[in-house]
């Protein structure tokens, strides 16, 4: 994903290199599970993970660059929704006038 940001945004993040910036995200990789500075700061109650990782990608100092800067594009997405979309399909169809007439019972059997 990092060699992804490079070559498509073709931006350095952090002023780093690629090769830099990928060593240096094994060993912020390290700290975050070790939960040592800068990801000693602990998450509001408010705040969601998104925010929580906002808060570092625009601290100044670049401590936690690359990580931070790939966690907020992690939590920036947006799931996908077609199995919703495939099961609400499936559920108009089986209630369709075509099959109107159906009863509970058989519908509840049918799912």
């Known amino acids: 994903m990092l060699r992804i940001e490079y070559e498509k945004r073709n931006v350095p ?7 830099e910036a990928n060593t240096h995200l094994k060993d912020l990789i390290k700290k975050y599970i070790k ?27 670049g401590d936690a ?6 966690a907020v594009r992690i939590f920036s997405l947006v799931p996908n929704s077609m199995a ?9 169809w089986l209630n369709s006038p075509l099959r109107s007439r159906q009863q509970v019972k058989t519908l509840v059997r049918t799912a």
Do not use: C, H, M
């Open 13 to 19: 993040i952090a002023n780093l290199s690629i090769s």
């Open 35 to 61: 939960k040592v500075y800068p990801f000693d700061r602990k998450l509001r109650t408010d705040e969601t993970a998104y925010e929580w990782w906002s808060y570092l990608d625009k601290d100044r100092s």
């Open 65 to 70: 660059q690359p990580l931070a800067k790939l």
């Open 84 to 92: 919703a979309k495939w099961t609400g399909s499936t559920f108009t």
